[in-house]
C-alpha cells in the first residue's frame, strides 16, 4: 500500500509506543516488533535505584498495550492455552492518549482461573462486570482496578519512580511464585488498591485436587530438589530427625512410582551415622 496505510494501524502504532514510553518511567523496556508480536508487546525489567548512581535490574514481565477504549480483551482455544503457558507476569497497558496515560491492569486473577479447567475462550475484563456465564467453556475474569496509573509529567516527579517500584515489587515477586507453582495447581491470593502497594496473603490458597497419575507424577518431580536441599542441610547439620522426614517422603514417593533418590544416598547417609554410633559405644 505505497504512499498510504490504514487509520487504525497507525493509531495503535501510536498508543503502543506512548505506552512504551511510559512503562520506561519505571522498567528497562525491549519491544517486540509487529513481525514478530503473538501477543505480547514488550518485555520490561523493573528498576530499582541504588547508591553510585545506578538502577538495578529486576523482575522482568510482558506488557500488552491496548487503547483505553478497549474494556474487554478476549482469548479462544490456542490463545487460551498460549496464556497458560507464559512464564513471566502479564500485564495489560491500557493506554489513554489524550491524557498521555496509562493504566496498568495485573493479570494475576488469570492465574486463578487457569487453575479451574481448561477453558475453551477467557474474556480479561477492565471494567467490573458480573457475568451469567451461558458456557461452562467460558470465563470473564474482571482484572481491575489497576494495579498502577500514571502519566507523562509523573516521570519528571522524583517521588514517582520510587513509588512504582513499591507497587511492582511485591506484585511481581508474588505472581512469579504463582506462575511457578502453575504446575502443582497452587495459588497465592494477591489483592491490591490502585497505586498501594499490594497483600501477598500466603494463608489464602486455593489448592486444587489432583486426581491424574500424571499430576502426582508431577507434583512430586517438582518435590524432588527441594527433598535434596533439605537432606544437604540435615548432613550438614547432623540433624537426624531431617533425615527421618526425607527418608519418610522418599518412601512416600516412591510408593507412587517416583524415586527421588535411585543410589540410596539418604539411605547411606543413615546407616553411616548408625554405625558411627555403635562404634563409639564399643
Known amino acids: 500500500m505505497a504512499g498510504r496505510r490504514q487509520k487504525h ?6 498508543n503502543e509506543e506512548l505506552g512504551v514510553f511510559l512503562v520506561k518511567g519505571v522498567a528497562a523496556v525491549a519491544t517486540v516488533p509487529r513481525p514478530e508480536d503473538v501477543g505480547v508487546d514488550a518485555v520490561a525489567t523493573l528498576l530499582r535505584d541504588a ?19 478497549v474494556r474487554k480483551i478476549k ?3 490456542h490463545e487460551v492455552r498460549w496464556l497458560e503457558s507464559l512464564k513471566l507476569p502479564f500485564f495489560i497497558g491500557s493506554v489513554r492518549k489524550g ?3 496509562i493504566d496498568l491492569y495485573a493479570t494475576h486473577k488469570l492465574s486463578q482461573a487457569v487453575l479451574e479447567m481448561n477453558y475453551k475462550e477467557v474474556h480479561l475484563l477492565l471494567d467490573r462486570q458480573d457475568k451469567n456465564e451461558a458456557r461452562k467453556d467460558v470465563k470473564y475474569v474482571n482484572i481491575g482496578p489497576p494495579l498502577l496509573q500514571w502519566s507523562a509529567p509523573d516521570l519528571a516527579d522524583p517521588k514517582f519512580a520510587p513509588r512504582a517500584y513499591s507497587v511492582l515489587k ?9 506462575i511457578d507453582y502453575r504446575g502443582i495447581r497452587y495459588i497465592e491470593t494477591i489483592r491490591w488498591e490502585t497505586g ?6 500466603q494463608a489464602h490458597m486455593i489448592f486444587q485436587s489432583m486426581e491424574s497419575e500424571e499430576e502426582i507424577q508431577r507434583i512430586l518431580r517438582s518435590m524432588a530438589p527441594y527433598i535434596y536441599a533439605i ?7 547432623q540433624d537426624r530427625d531431617a533425615m527421618q522426614l526425607v527418608l519418610s517422603l522418599v518412601n512416600y514417593m516412591r ?5 527421588p533418590d535411585p543410589h540410596q544416598i539418604y539411605w547411606t547417609v543413615v546407616k553411616s551415622w548408625e554405625q558411627n554410633t555403635a562404634n563409639s559405644s564399643t
Request: net charge negative.
Open 9 to 14: 494501524f497507525r493509531s495503535g502504532d501510536l
Open 51 to 69: 547508591d553510585n548512581n545506578l538502577l538495578i535490574a529486576e523482575n522482568s514481565f510482558y506488557v500488552q498495550f491496548k487503547s483505553s477504549s
Open 75 to 77: 482469548y479462544v482455544d
Open 99 to 101: 491524557d498521555a496515560a
Open 170 to 178: 511485591p506484585y511481581l515477586d508474588a505472581e512469579q511464585r504463582n
Open 196 to 201: 498501594k502497594p499490594p497483600n501477598c496473603e
Open 231 to 237: 537432606a544437604v542441610r540435615a548432613m550438614a547439620t
Open 255 to 259: 510408593t507412587n512410582n517416583f524415586d
